[in-house]
């Protein structure tokens, strides 16, 4: 679809986008078409059905084609193989080949029929020619494996496998409780080859002392492993100044939970 929304500048420019509509929005920077590479592994997160499935809210990424002819291979990865599939009625497994012209847009998206089952994070997109990637979720709960029904659209631009790194530090969000409890982020590692080790700590902003340790055992390329508080009341996540490091280029995903 001839989608693409095409900026040009006589001297270097920011762009940042916004995503909005009522009580749910994101935004992301816009990476210029000079860093746009030809692999991408995708960061979306799980497909959400909203209880008694009122409303099927569903992640997944968009292609843009910043050249004419550019042909585009897209293998479908993620968790859930077998419990869904996407609106295009593909499955994880498939695999998807197009030919795109400069400004177009392919996406693809979970069905939205499953709850944290279905997730195409760590789909592959290789091309002919450079292209970018926007990596989403129409609207969650984060983490949406528990009953809780609050969501928000998520959204980033995702950089291409080969500006990836060993060595990642953030920090965490600054964020108010409505009761008082609860503390940190959600963070989504990604390997971008087989074999790779991830492993982090997170430190208090202050007193830089140690808090506790991360390890992600072993993943394959495409595969993902979460940092999240798993119960259903509000809990301790990782925060304050978190650092991941491998032997291997990966990629680190921060959500606001």
Same mark, same amino acid.
């Given at each position: 679809?001839?989608?693409?929304?095409?900026?040009?500048?006589?001297?270097?420019?920011?762009?940042?986008?916004?995503?909005?509509?009522?009580?749910?929005?994101?935004?992301?920077?816009?990476?210029?078409t000079?860093?746009?590479?030809?692999?991408?592994?995708?960061?979306?997160?799980?497909?959400?059905?909203?209880?008694? +499935?009122?409303?099927?809210?569903?992640?997944?990424?968009?292609? !843009? %084609?910043?050249? =004419?002819? /550019?042909?585009?291979t897209? #293998?479908?990865?993620?968790?859930?193989?077998?419990?869904?599939?996407?609106?295009?009625?593909?499955?994880?497994?498939?695999?998807?080949?197009?030919?795109?012209?400069?400004?177009?847009?392919?996406?693809?998206?979970?069905?939205?029929?499953?709850?944290?089952?279905?997730?195409?994070?760590?789909?592959e997109?290789?091309?002919?020619?450079?292209?970018?990637?926007?990596?989403?979720?129409?609207?969650?709960?984060?983490?949406?494996?528990?009953?809780?029904?609050?969501?928000?659209?998520?959204?980033?631009?995702?950089?291409?496998v080969?500006?990836?790194?060993?060595?990642?530090?953030?920090?965490?969000?600054?964020?108010?409780?409505? +009761?008082?409890?609860?503390?940190?982020?959600?963070?989504?590692? !990604? %390997?971008?080859? =087989?074999? /790779?080790?991830?492993?982090? #700590?997170?430190?208090?902003k202050?007193?830089?002392?140690?808090?506790?340790?991360?390890?992600s055992?072993?993943?394959?390329?495409?595969?993902?492993?979460?940092?999240?508080?798993?119960?259903?009341?509000?809990?301790?996540?990782?925060?304050?100044?978190?650092?991941?490091?491998?032997?291997?280029?990966?990629?680190?995903?921060?959500?606001?939970?």
């Amino acid at each position: 679809i001839p989608k693409g929304i095409i900026v040009t500048s006589s001297a270097p420019i920011s762009i940042y986008v916004i995503n909005a509509k009522n009580v749910s929005s994101d935004g992301y920077l816009a990476l210029p078409t000079s860093v746009w590479g030809r692999k991408y592994l995708s960061t979306s997160y799980y497909d959400f059905a909203e209880q008694n +499935n009122r409303f099927t809210w569903a992640g997944g990424f968009c292609v !843009i %084609a910043k050249d =004419d002819d /550019t042909d585009v291979t897209i #293998r479908l990865r993620g968790q859930g193989a077998g419990t869904a599939r996407t609106r295009g009625n593909r499955q994880i497994g498939d695999v998807i080949t197009i030919n795109m012209r400069r400004g177009e847009v392919y996406q693809v998206m979970g069905d939205g029929t499953t709850r944290n089952s279905f997730d195409l994070t760590g789909s592959e997109i290789t091309s002919t020619k450079p292209v970018g990637l926007i990596s989403f979720h129409a609207r969650t709960a984060l983490p949406n494996a528990s009953r809780l029904e609050g969501r928000d659209h998520l959204v980033e631009m995702t950089p291409p496998v080969s500006a990836w790194g060993k060595r990642f530090i953030t920090t965490e969000y600054s964020r108010v409780s409505s +009761n008082g409890q609860g503390r940190g982020d959600y963070y989504r590692i !990604i %390997a971008a080859e =087989d074999n /790779t080790r991830i492993t982090g #700590r997170f430190l208090d902003k202050v007193s830089k002392q140690l808090i506790g340790n991360l390890n992600s055992g072993l993943l394959n390329a495409g595969e993902f492993q979460d940092y999240y508080y798993p119960g259903g009341a509000p809990g301790t996540l990782p925060y304050g100044v978190v650092m991941f490091e491998s032997n291997k280029p990966f990629f680190v995903m921060q959500y606001s939970t």
